[in-house]
């Protein structure tokens, strides 16, 4: 039996159903490790639509003939004609835009185990693209705010590029946090704003060991990473400056390692920042539905910050080194 609940996500109300027990308890289990509130089921009335259904019971559906595809990220397939996309993973569905039916559908191969990699990726696929069509866009970014401006400084690359340690390292150094990996850009009066997705950061036994304030505070596991070799925390309660829901990015930061000992700093023009975003934004190209407002956010988002490319190196593996080096992107962006 389906149970709608409505979810509230960066300022926005999402209808979730879910078709039966287990995908009950699926989306349950994966919203919480995001921020994503529960405020019920909805009232008698309600005129809202399903932005997302989740079910385990029901048969997959097939995919039609002949679409164009391409490989997703960490394993999986993507059919689309531009207009709705079909994403097959590991025997199970997300069908994405398809006419007359809710935003994004999910159709489980059977019943996954909720710590399941295959499951956390169809959800998460089905998501974003219910997000897409609220206009909530994702971006894999971590955020933090600058302490005394409060302006957000947004550190963009992919797994890898030094985000989760640079926003430990920035969070340990009193700078309010929103996230490690994961937002969402959305826009409200002219301006474009970041909220966190992720409630927990994801790091590594290199992160903590550079990091003397995560290990006076917190341990690492080896026994508890994953498949990535990171392991989850919840800074909540963690780093002193406490959490902040939302921020107006200033700054951006196009983070890589370089493999060396220093790191290198180098301003970025709008045209080429937009050109990095669209990098690590690919649905702003292959969702044709929400194509148009992805690439206008980016673009506003471009203009909005000064952006900067990062090619830490070693020495960021210094508190102190990385603070004072991102607090001197973002002063130079509000001079």
């Not at 959305?186 to 474009?192: I, L, N, S």
Request: proline residues 5%; hydrophobic residues 45%.
């Amino acid at each position: 039996m389906a149970r709608p609940t409505i979810y509230r996500v960066a300022g926005q109300r999402l209808l979730v159903e879910a078709e039966d027990a287990w995908a009950t308890r699926a989306v349950a289990a994966l919203f919480a490790d995001w921020y994503l509130d529960a405020e019920g089921e909805p009232a008698a009335g309600d005129p809202s639509a399903a932005a997302m259904i989740v079910r385990s019971a029901a048969p997959v559906p097939a995919v039609p003939a002949g679409l164009p595809s391409f490989d997703v990220a960490g394993g999986g397939t993507c059919h689309t004609d531009g207009g709705t996309s079909y994403i097959e993973i590991d025997g199970s569905l997300v069908v994405i835009g398809r006419s007359g039916m809710a935003d994004a559908e999910v159709w489980m191969n059977g019943p996954l185990a909720l710590d399941s990699a295959v499951l956390t990726r169809l959800v998460t696929y089905a998501l974003s693209a219910a997000l897409r069509r609220r206009r909530l866009f994702e971006l894999h970014s971590a955020a933090l705010a600058h302490p005394a401006t409060g302006a957000g400084v947004l550190i963009v690359g992919p797994s890898g590029s030094g985000k989760s340690t640079q926003a430990v390292h920035l969070a340990s150094a009193g700078w309010p946090f929103l996230t490690d990996d994961v937002l969402l850009l959305r826009e409200a009066a002219g301006r474009v704003e970041a909220w966190p997705l992720r409630r927990s950061f994801a790091i590594t036994a290199g992160t903590f060991a550079a990091s003397r304030f995560l290990q006076a505070r917190t341990r690492f596991d080896a026994a508890d990473a994953g498949d990535d070799d990171k392991r989850l925390f919840a800074p909540h309660g963690v780093f002193t400056a406490g959490f902040k829901d939302h921020c107006v990015p200033g700054t951006l930061v196009f983070s890589g390692l370089s493999g060396g000992g220093s790191s290198r700093v180098s301003r970025v023009s709008p045209g080429e920042a937009m050109t990095r975003l669209i990098r690590m934004s690919p649905w702003s190209c292959y969702d044709r539905a929400t194509a148009a407002g992805h690439l206008a956010i980016l673009s506003a988002l471009a203009r909005q910050a000064a952006a900067y490319s990062l090619e830490a190196g070693r020495d960021l593996l210094d508190p102190e080194a990385s603070a004072n080096l991102m607090a001197a992107c973002a002063a130079e962006a509000w001079t």
